[in-house]
Structures are given as C-alpha cells and as structure tokens.
C-alpha cells in the first residue's frame, strides 16, 4: 500500500494514445509446440479475461498433426488451465474462448496449406465456413511464428507465394498483415542480415514484428516511465554522477532439455544479443523526441551505434566465459554438468555463463564501465540493472569515511521480486556514524496483477505498435557486437586464463559473481578433462 496521500494524486493515463488491439485472424505456426502452449495461447486466454481481446478475434492453428477443431481446443485448454494467470481458470469462460479457436493441418512448407489459409481469409474455404456457422472472419491477419527459427523464412515465402505478403503491398479490401519473428534471429550477424532480406521480401518491414520478450515485462516498460517521467533521475543520469552500470540476468536452472538448441548457441548469443543489449539500450539512451516507435528505436541504435568495434585481444580482456560443472541444484540435489546435458557433447566449451564490459563512445556516458552479465546454474535467478553513483566529493563524510562510504545505487529490479530500490547513506541513530540505508518500492505493493510479457506484446502487434519489438537495424547492430565477441572467443584456446578467453568451470549453484567477475579459481576446460565437477569458489578474486 502506498501512503494515502499518494494514493490520492492524479493518475495519468496514456491508454487513449495508444492504438488498441484490433480484431484479426491470429495464426499460430507451430501450433503444437511448447512456446504456443506455454506461452502464446495462455496469454491469449488471459487477454481474454481481461476483456483485452477484440471481439471476433479468431484462433487459427496452423501446425502438422493432425487434429479436429474439439481435440485441439481440448489441448489449447489444459494448457490455458495450466498456464493462464489471471484469475482462476473459468469453465463457462473458456466456452466463448474456445468458439475462436481452429485448426488448420499442414506441412510448414506445403504450398497447400497457404492456399488453403488464403482462402480461409477470403472467405472462400467450405470447411471453414462450416466450421463458423455464418459467421464471418476478419479481414486482419497476424501470423505468428512459434516454430524453431530454420522455418521463419520459409513460412514467409510460402506466406507471400499464397498472396498473404505486404512487400508488394496490400490488395483492394484486404486488411492489414503481420508477421510476428520470435527468437533465436539468426545465429550470427550474417544469418540475421539473410533472414532480414528474406522477410523483407515478404513483408513490408512496419509489418514485421520481432520478440524479445524481455521488451514485454512490466518493469523494462517502466524504464523509460522512470527515466523520462521524474525530474531527480535525468539530471544525474550520465558520467558526471554514474561510475558504473551492471545488468545481470541469472538462472538457477540449467539448460533443461534445450541442448540441441543450446549448445550451437551459448549464453551470450541466448542472452546478451538480445535481452541484455535491450536492458542496455533502455537505460542509456537519450530522451526521444517523441513515444512513436520509431523515435524511441532510433535512440537505441545510437546506443548500439556508439559501442567502439573492439579488436579480439580487447574483447577477451573485456570479456569472461564459464561453463557449469556439477554441483547443487539449489534444492538440495546434485545438477549435472553441463557436458552431461542431453545433446551436449562430452568436450562442448559452449558458455553457459557470458559477461562483457563495454563503454558507449558517446557523450553522456563516455568512460563508464558497462557490464553485461549472465548465466545459468547459479544459486540465485534474478534480472536486474544498477546504477552505482560516484561517491560524494571528499569532504566532510565521504573525507572521514573513505571507502566505508558505500556509493547510492538505484537497481532496477526486473525479477523475480520486481522494483526499485534506491540505498542511501543515513546516520545510525544515537551514534555519530554512517549506514547505508535503502528506500524500496516493489510493484506487488501496488497491483495484484503483473501481466505477463507476452500478453503485451501480442496485444501490441495486434494494435499495430512496434515499439517494444526489434527493428531490423536493431539486430543489426547487437549483432556487430556479439560477432566481434564470438570472432574473439573462437580464436582463444578454452584452456587459457580467463583474461586470454578461457572457460572457467564452475560449479552449478555457484553464487552469482559481483559484477560479472567471474573469476577462475577453478579449474579450467582441460584441467576438469570429461569431469565435469569444479569445486574451486568461483567468485574468488573477483
Ligand atoms: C530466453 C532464453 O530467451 O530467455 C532462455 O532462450 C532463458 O535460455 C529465458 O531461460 C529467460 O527468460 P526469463 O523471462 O525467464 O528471464
């Protein structure tokens, strides 16, 4: 609860700018699969039960199996009892749901299925129409591919073949269409550049609209809220008053069953390519000139723009890499080694923990360390960025205290316990002495419900705003950097120090290193040979 007096001020609400979701034919590409289930249709139920959802928006599923219109509404339903957040689950609630729901069967590249899809849109397929009852569809499409990322220029073409592109524009009466990407895009700078060509020769770019989902999460929202809508933060937000920015994302889960997507991949192109440069971007831009998308991913691009093209040598002394050995689950059970995870091989040095410290060439943060930090298999799971404010001058306090003086840091707090904290100095009563202090604001204080990423995002693409999804250029960009990294962690030999790109070993459950530091008093990649344990603290000397 906040202080009645808080309580009672205005709120402004910026809604009415917003466009609002429309109603669409909502196509789901890998319909089956995990990421439809757990995520897509879940958050499309708990847009639904918050009337959030445009009357007449219909289901499409578009996947392999087979299955009739019931048997999949049954699935799509466990998984909505199962996943869907707000609320209790309602019988009488997913019945109305459910009459939006269809099936379309189809291989991914089977021309076919487009056609057949195409005519569903125009209104010309008897099954569908059966199916309906009189009804009629919408004339928007959004299709959205929850497939593995080998599909997502394929489905495109087929999508443009089948005349349901927008390169070429929209034909007379049609209405709009959308391409939802979601992640891994591309594996490398490269592949993301081809598969951006690609799409584009599918879809107008306005009309492509790529994931990250950590653009969906309230409190990565609630950065540009903090920055641009408070007077105290602005004025001190550059290097004058900043000493050091660190953002970190740590899990405690390993890589689970992802191995054959994983181990091709590693933690800085999982992670850092995407959430953690967005977390960057977000928090070191400059004000844009206004809230339209565009406006707002220009200003990131500057960022990603502004970060010098580092020689490998460079990059290796600025980066760090480390591989979870066995250890504790955190639960009190034993994780197994990362090289004896299903589909990882016995010798992978892929990453399962990446850091890198940057500066931004540019003249509001030029000189402050930056550092990027991630990992899975630690002993806490917790996102977060902090702002650490140099020390007072030294004088008065800061000349007595020295370092015992602890420098005001505001963290961001994206989860699991999402806030803003703020320390402070502030004296210990009845002493002459000095304690930091913290003053904490957390979201569950003030909302019952925190909407999930996706439910944003897919309620953002269906009203046609961009801003929180990835312009191509974006990717471009973050991809120049992660090259440059991956470039320089190909050339060094995983048994080298940790400074000269070698793979630290650490033991699963691991706390979480300060800042990224993850320091090698473990053994390294040769050293463990096949073993797989480290029990050396692997934050030592860090
Ligand atoms: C995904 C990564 O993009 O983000 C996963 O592929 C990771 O490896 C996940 O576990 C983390 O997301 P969140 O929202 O749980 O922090």
Same mark, same amino acid.
């Given at each position: 609860m906040l202080n009645e007096s808080v309580e009672r001020l205005p709120i402004c609400n910026l809604e009415d700018r917003a466009l609002s979701p429309e109603p669409a034919v909502f196509v789901v590409f890998g319909a089956t699969g995990d990421l439809a289930h757990r995520k897509i249709f879940p958050a499309l139920y708990d847009l639904f039960a918050g009337g959030l959802l445009p009357e007449g928006l219909a289901i499409v599923g578009f996947a392999r199996r087979p299955y009739a219109d019931e048997a999949f509404r049954d699935e799509v339903k466990t998984s909505c009892a199962a996943f869907a957040r707000r609320g209790s689950f309602s019988d009488k609630g997913w019945k109305r749901f459910a009459e939006r729901i269809f099936y379309l069967r189809s291989d991914l590249d089977d021309p076919e299925g487009y056609r057949r899809l195409a005519s569903v849109m125009a209104g010309t397929d008897e099954a569908m129409n059966a199916a309906l009852g009189g009804r009629r569809l919408p004339s928007n499409a959004l299709f959205y591919l929850a497939v593995g990322p080998a599909y997502f220029g394929s489905i495109a073409e087929r999508l443009r073949e089948a005349g349901?592109?927008? !390169?070429? +524009? $929209?034909?007379?009466?049609?209405?709009?269409?959308? %391409? /939802?990407?979601?992640?891994?895009?591309?594996?490398?700078?490269?592949?993301?550049?081809?598969?951006?060509?690609?799409?584009?020769?599918?879809?107008?770019?306005?009309?492509?609209?790529?994931?990250?989902?950590?653009?969906?999460?309230?409190?990565?929202?609630?950065?540009?809220?903090?920055?641009?809508?408070?007077?105290?933060?602005?004025?001190?937000?550059?290097?004058?008053?900043?000493?050091?920015?660190?953002?970190?994302?740590?899990?405690?889960?390993?890589?689970?069953?992802?191995?054959?997507?994983?181990? !091709?991949? +590693? $933690?800085?192109?999982?992670?850092?390519?995407?959430? %953690? /440069?967005?977390?960057?971007c977000l928090t070191t831009m400059e004000p844009p000139a206004s809230l339209d998308p565009e406006s707002i991913r220009d200003e990131k691009v500057k960022v990603l723009r502004s970060i010098d093209a580092y020689s490998p040598e460079e990059f290796l002394r600025r980066a760090r890499r480390g591989q979870y050995a066995r250890g504790s689950d955190g639960a009190g059970g034993t994780r197994r080694a990362y090289r004896e995870e299903s589909r990882v091989g016995p010798g992978s040095t892929t990453e399962t923990f990446a850091s890198l410290r940057l500066e931004l060439d540019n003249w509001r943060f030029s000189g402050v360390p930056i550092t990027l930090s991630t990992g899975k298999a630690f002993a806490e799971r917790f996102s977060q960025i902090v702002i650490r404010f140099r020390r007072p001058p030294a004088a008065l306090f800061a000349a007595r205290c020295g370092d015992a003086l602890a420098s005001n840091e505001l963290t961001i707090r994206i989860q699991p316990d999402e806030g803003v904290w703020l320390r402070f100095n502030a004296k210990v009563p009845g002493l002459a002495a000095i304690k930091p202090s913290e003053l904490r604001f957390s979201y569950r204080q003030v909302a019952d419900y925190l909407p999930e990423a996706y439910e944003r995002l897919i309620a953002d693409a269906l009203a046609g705003d961009s801003t929180l999804f990835i312009r191509a250029d974006e990717s471009e960009y973050a991809w120049r950097v992660l090259d440059g990294l991956e470039k320089a962690w190909a050339s060094a030999d995983p048994e080298d120090s940790p400074e000269r790109g070698g793979l630290i070993l650490y033991p699963a459950g691991s706390p979480v290193p300060m800042s990224g530091a993850l320091e090698a008093a473990a053994p390294r990649a040769a050293a463990a040979s096949a073993a797989t344990s480290a029990t050396a603290d692997p934050t030592a000397g860090a």
């Open positions: 349901l592109g927008t !390169a070429e +524009g $929209a034909g007379p009466g049609e209405g709009w269409r959308r %391409l /939802v990407v979601e992640k891994p895009y591309g594996h490398d700078g490269a592949s993301a550049k081809a598969l951006t060509a690609t799409l584009q020769g599918a879809f107008a770019e306005k009309d492509i609209y790529r994931i990250d989902h950590y653009l969906g999460k309230e409190t990565v929202q609630n950065l540009l809220y903090l920055r641009f809508a408070n007077a105290v933060f602005e004025p001190v937000w550059n290097r004058n008053h900043i000493e050091s920015i660190d953002i970190s994302v740590y899990e405690t889960e390993g890589i689970g069953e992802r191995g054959g997507y994983y181990d !091709a991949a +590693g $933690a800085a192109r999982d992670m850092m390519q995407n959430h %953690l /440069v967005q977390l960057m």
